[in-house]
């Protein structure tokens, strides 16, 4: 029972981390300071789920030899993928109507090319 509590928290924090370490940046602010951290949470849950199927998966491979392992992998990975696909969707959802960092132009020049 310890087993999937500890596979869940590790894909968990792992998911957060990457997350926060390679999203790119949103506005300053409170409204995108909780678009990230809503996004960074709902990426580290969908990990954490992915981690979960698999190690469901591995488990009843191990214990079901008579059956056809492969409906028990298929069964499996539609799960997964519809579960975390649905997370995934939904921080993407949130990432995209977050507000984008602002950007810093460069000069233009008179005759509206760019210096070089």
């Not at 969908?46 to 981690?51: E, H, K």
């Amino acid at each position: 029972m310890l087993i999937p509590v500890v596979v869940f928290v590790a894909c968990l924090g792992a998911g957060v981390v990457a997350a926060a370490r390679w999203l790119p940046d949103l506005a300053v602010g409170p409204v995108g300071s909780l678009a990230f951290f809503v996004v960074c949470g709902l990426l580290g849950a969908a990990l954490g789920l992915v981690g979960l199927h698999i190690y469901s998966i591995v488990n009843a491979l191990g214990e079901f030899r008579s059956l056809g392992n492969g409906e028990i992998v298929a069964a499996g990975l539609v799960s997964m993928i519809w579960e975390a696909g649905s997370l995934l969707g939904l921080a993407t959802l949130v990432y995209l109507l977050a507000p984008p960092a602002e950007t810093v132009d460069e000069p233009v020049r008179s005759g509206g090319l760019r210096s070089r």
